[in-house]
């Protein structure tokens, strides 16, 4: 009995001591600092603490568990560009047959590149006119599609954004169908993410973005070559989607990786070096499991193909391990040599012509 006591008089003590004016004041006060300082004492994820990007802002998001496997500022507002025209394209979708035909408004004539060259008076089939927005990136197709939907680029800008904040994005506003720079346009990676899934379900849409090429036509016989602007499609990596670009914006992107079974969305805003960040954001997938090599990889990977090049005579310097300008110079030579994609970058078509050397 005699030891409880005891034990509940210490214990009344201790409380004492802690109810002190001084002492609750001291707690309050580190509990604040505690409290300030919290987001910078939350570690960083080791996927994202090792990403290099030129990209202020980007997202990797699985579509289906809407898990996020990478994400680096994906709320910031940004300037689209031109993968605005994947929503361009949405509305369209919903509002033209696709064997339709537009005729152009000479209006058109006066947009800036890129563009096909359209000329007042023409016409091209609603399908076509897609391939053009959604290969080339054609402004002047974009603003034909427009008002053809809405009579006004302005008021098919204002269909876009209700189409937007509908699918969920409600960080974004759009003020013309082309993605051109323009006062009061922007969106941001997450809001782009979900804008993408929407088009993921679009079979058009996608069909379409897998084009490296296509011809289009006038109704008069005019024909028009569109060549897709993404790299990552041409040299065979399985990067659908779409690009931009514009001296504000900076590069960006916006589609999916096809990665087995399944499908990740990326998207990239105000990079500076998109088919870089394109391939180290490819490398996270499934940690890092994909074998592509670019300026700035390292590892033994990197000391086989260097080993290669030399023993074809492209590379002089020595194996260190490092993907730098030399090596990234020697495989350029490498790939235009067999005829590839010179952008020197090994992916599949360029691992494959190797394949016997590495």
Same mark, same amino acid.
């Given at each position: ?6 034990? &509940?008089?210490? $214990?009344?003590?201790?409380?004492? *001591? ?19 300082? /919290? ?8 996927? $994202? ?37 994947? *929503?361009?394209?949405?509305? *369209? ?14 209006? *058109? ?8 060259? =359209? ?34 680029? /302005? ?5 876009? +954004? ?55 036509? +006038?109704?008069?016989? /005019?024909?028009?070559? =569109?060549?897709?602007? %993404?790299?990552?499609? =041409? ?16 590069? &960006? ?9 399944? %499908? ?18 490819? %490398?996270?997938? %499934? ?31 020595? +194996? ?17 040599? /067999? ?14 012509? =190797?394949?016997?050397?590495?």
């Amino acid at each position: 009995m005699e030891s409880r006591r005891r034990t &509940c008089l210490k $214990e009344f003590k201790e409380l004492a *001591v802690l109810i002190n004016p001084m002492n609750i004041r001291r707690i309050i006060s580190i509990s604040l600092i505690l409290l300030l300082l /919290r987001p910078f004492l939350i570690p960083v994820p080791l996927a $994202e603490a090792s990403v290099s990007l030129t990209a202020p802002s980007a997202l990797l998001l699985e579509p289906g568990s809407q898990k996020i496997i990478f994400s680096r500022a994906p709320h910031r507002k940004q300037p689209p560009a031109s993968t605005a025209k994947i *929503v361009t394209a949405l509305v *369209v979708l919903d509002s033209l047959p696709l064997d339709r035909w537009v005729t152009i408004s000479p209006r *058109v004539e006066k947009a800036q590149a890129s563009k096909l060259y =359209l000329r007042g008076g023409d016409q091209i089939r609603v399908r076509d006119l897609l391939k053009a927005i959604l290969i080339k990136s054609a402004n002047d197709a974009a603003q034909a599609l427009a008002i053809a939907v809405s009579g006004s680029e /302005r008021a098919f800008a204002d269909v876009m +954004t209700e189409k937007a904040r509908r699918l969920g994005a409600h960080s974004t506003r759009f003020v013309n169908a082309s993605g051109l720079p323009e006062e009061g346009q922007y969106s941001t990676a997450y809001d782009l993410a979900i804008l993408m899934q929407a088009a993921l379900r679009n079979e058009v849409i996608i069909s379409i973005l897998r084009q490296r090429n296509a011809s289009i036509r +006038t109704a008069s016989g /005019r024909r028009y070559h =569109l060549k897709s602007h %993404n790299k990552m499609l =041409l040299r065979g990596e399985r990067v659908i989607g779409k690009t931009g670009y514009t001296q504000r914006a900076k590069y &960006c992107f916006v589609g999916f990786i096809e990665e087995g079974s399944r %499908n990740i969305i990326v998207s990239v805003l105000g990079s500076k070096k998109l088919w870089r960040d394109l391939t180290t954001l490819l %490398n996270q997938v %499934n940690g890092g499991a994909r074998k592509t090599l670019s300026f700035g990889s390292r590892g033994d990977a990197v000391k086989q193909l260097q080993a290669a090049l030399k023993k074809l005579g492209f590379f002089n310097g020595p +194996t260190t391990g490092y993907f730098g300008k030399i090596t990234k110079r020697a495989l350029s030579k490498f790939q235009r040599s /067999r005829g590839l994609l010179q952008d020197g970058i090994l992916g599949p078509k360029t691992r494959t012509a =190797l394949a016997s050397h590495l």
